[in-house]
T-cell receptor
Framework: EAGVAQSPRYKIIEKRQSVAFWCNPI?????LYWYQQILGQGPKLLIQFQNNGVVDDSQLPKDRFSAERLKGVDSTLKIQPAKLEDSAVYLC????????????FGPGTRLLVL | DAKTTQPPSMDCAEGRAANLPCNHS???????VYWYRQIHSQGPQYIIH???NNETNEMASLIITEDRKSSTLILPHATLRDTAVYYCIVRVTGANSKLTFGKGITLSVRP
C-alpha cells in the first residue's frame, strides 16, 4: 500500500513570508497528525485530527500556525508569518484510528526560514 | 505519560546484536513501551511495542524487566541500514494518547 505522502520535500523562505505544506495519509486512515522536528530533537506533536475534526491542538502556535483537513482525507499546515525559529522538518503521520497503536510517518518537509 | 531515559549514543559491529537500553522508572500499570526509529532524512518508523511480556517481530525483540522499570530493544543481527536514532516511548493506548518523543539514542553500526 502507498505510504503517507508529503509535499514539498524542501522549502526555503524569508522570515515573515507564508508557507503551506500538504499531506495525504494512507488510504482509510481516519487519524492524521502533524509534528514539528527541530534539528537534534525528537518530533513534537502540533495537531491531531480524527476525520475532519481536531482532537488535540494544544501545542500548535495558533497565532501563526493553522491546519485543516476539510474532507477528512488530505491536510494542509500553514505558517503565516514565518519566524526564524520555525526552521524544522514538518512530519505528517496517520493511523487507522485514535485507538490504533501504530502511526505511519511520511518523509517530511524540510523548512528553512532565512 | 511516563518519561524515558536513553543514553545518547552507542555503536555495534555489523552482524552482531545491538542491545538498546531504556529506563522508564515511573511507568504506570496501563502504559505500554513503544520503540520507533528514524533513519536519516526519513520519518520515524514503528518497530515494536509491549506491556509486560517480551515481544518479538520480524524487526526486533523487546525485553521488559519484571518490574517494568526498564527495557531493552534487541536487533539480533545489526546491518549498516540499522544506523538510526531509536526512540523509546511510554504511552497509554486509547483515544487522545500521544507519542511523546525524546532525543532518542543514536545507533551507529560499523562495518
Amino acid at each position: 500500500e502507498a505510504g503517507v505522502a508529503q509535499s514539498p520535500r524542501y522549502k526555503i523562505i524569508e522570515k515573515r513570508q507564508s508557507v503551506a505544506f500538504w499531506c495525504n495519509p494512507i488510504s482509510g486512515h481516519a487519524t492524521l497528525y502533524w509534528y514539528q522536528q527541530i534539528l537534534g530533537q525528537g518530533p513534537k506533536l502540533l495537531i491531531q485530527f480524527q476525520n475532519n475534526g481536531v482532537v488535540d491542538d494544544s501545542q500548535l502556535p495558533k497565532d501563526r500556525f493553522s491546519a485543516e483537513r476539510l474532507k477528512g482525507v488530505d491536510s494542509t499546515l500553514k505558517i503565516q508569518p514565518a519566524k526564524l525559529e520555525d526552521s524544522a522538518v514538518y512530519l505528517c503521520a496517520s493511523s487507522l484510528s485514535v485507538h490504533q497503536e501504530t502511526q505511519y510517518f511520511g518523509p517530511g518537509t524540510r523548512l528553512l526560514v532565512l | 505519560d511516563a518519561k524515558t531515559t536513553q543514553p545518547p549514543s552507542m555503536d555495534c559491529a555489523e552482524g552482531r546484536a545491538a542491545n538498546l537500553p531504556c529506563n522508564h522508572s515511573t511507568i504506570s500499570g496501563n502504559e505500554y513501551v513503544y520503540w520507533y526509529r528514524q533513519i536519516h532524512s526519513q520519518g520515524p518508523q514503528y518497530i515494536i511495542h509491549g506491556l509486560k511480556n517480551n515481544e518479538t517481530n520480524e524487526m526486533a525483540s523487546l525485553i521488559i524487566t519484571e518490574d517494568r522499570k526498564s527495557s531493552t530493544l534487541i536487533l539480533p543481527h545489526a546491518t549498516l541500514r540499522d544506523t538510526a536514532v531509536y526512540y523509546c516511548i511510554v504511552r497509554v493506548t486509547g483515544a487522545n494518547s500521544k507519542l511523546t518523543f525524546g532525543k532518542g539514542i543514536t545507533l551507529s553500526v560499523r562495518p
